[in-house]
């Protein structure tokens, strides 16, 4: 079989305490389970321009890969903020301003209550903040605008102006800092402990777990609007991207509980210079990455993993997997272009990273063999993004979305 990317096969870890037999169980549920996951659906979907995002078939590319079916869970266009990070932050402001305004009246207030700004006059005093790469803070930004609090986003140094921009657009005060995400995180840390402002970060570490517990929960409506197809059959593996890990713990957690034994296999795909799961599943236990972290997948740019995510991963994940930009921009042009007759789809860098490890690890017999992929298997990925930055979109892709989607028939 002729790869379909030009690259040598990516650099892999299996991991042996991940197995098959041992049940979701009691300690994980505290962190993410499927009642959470049902509550966040309810909620999410009563927010203004909800719409479940399309589960798109790739026939073409599943038969460029001989596998039996490629599926694309394309997030493009979640609540106009183009990626599926609309769902976390979001959400997590939600809860936030629901225990807030409920310990104020000393009653329970609802999440329509919320949603419908029946206490605007609590929830205007609010500040919350993060530090983001991009879509994080975009969706924090949005959920503040949606509910009427104040919002400072804080950005580190490698973080484009387009992607700034979107999040001032919806009236957050963004700040710059220097150095990497993690410094950002420490950043908005201090800040919100010297201000009074309300931390809704993506990421947990000890003493902080709350909040970032309900993000990743947020996410789990991605795999929640889908329930009925998986009723009708299971994918065998799923491959999906991973910053700080809290969308690949909310993909693995939900087949976990839902499917025990019968879940799908779960590699996580990881930039290559920002691999902080691969490193720690390579070495056993939580690993930082310093330095730069510079990759164009700029969602994936974390070198520090969530602490709850890890929980999850460090059991469930099966495969840890990392992969080159080129891998990411080569995926981007494929999947614009359409494969082997599939309809063009926008997919932003780190929106496509896990379809382009499943192309790595398809497209190399070795890697092939090691996850276990064959002509009977049926993959999901996750397009957690469109053109986030549409400047560097373009230049990546020599294209803009809009003339992508000009082939496409949606
Ligand atoms: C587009 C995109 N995909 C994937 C991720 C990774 O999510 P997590 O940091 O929860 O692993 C991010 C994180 O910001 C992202 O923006």
Known sequence: M????????????????????????TTRREILNLDAGREATSTIACWPGYRPTPLIDLPGMARELDVKRILYKDESRRFGLKSFKALGGAYAVSRLLKRIVSEELRRDVSATDIAERRFEEIVAG????CATDGNHGRSVAWGAHTFGCRCVIFVHSRVSDARAKAISDLGARVERTSGNYDDAVRVSFEQANRHGWHLVSDTSFPGYTTIPRDVMQGYSVILEEEAKCWKEGLPTHVFVQAGVGGLAAAVCAYFWERFGRTRPHIATVEAEKAACLFESAKS???????????????????GEASLLAWRILETGAHFFVTIPDATAAETMRLLARGCGGDRPIVGGESGVAGLAGLIACAGNAETRRRVGLDARSTILTIGTEGDTDPELYERIVGRSAEEVLRGSEF
């Open 126 to 129: 609010i500040t919350v903040t």
């Open 284 to 302: 056993g236990s939580l690993r930082t990455i310093r330095g730069e972290l510079a990759t164009i997948m700029a969602g994936l740019a974390c």
């Open 2 to 25: 002729t790869p379909l990317l030009p690259f040598p096969g990516p650099e892999i870890v299996m991991n042996r305490r991940a197995s098959m037999d041992e049940p979701y169980g």
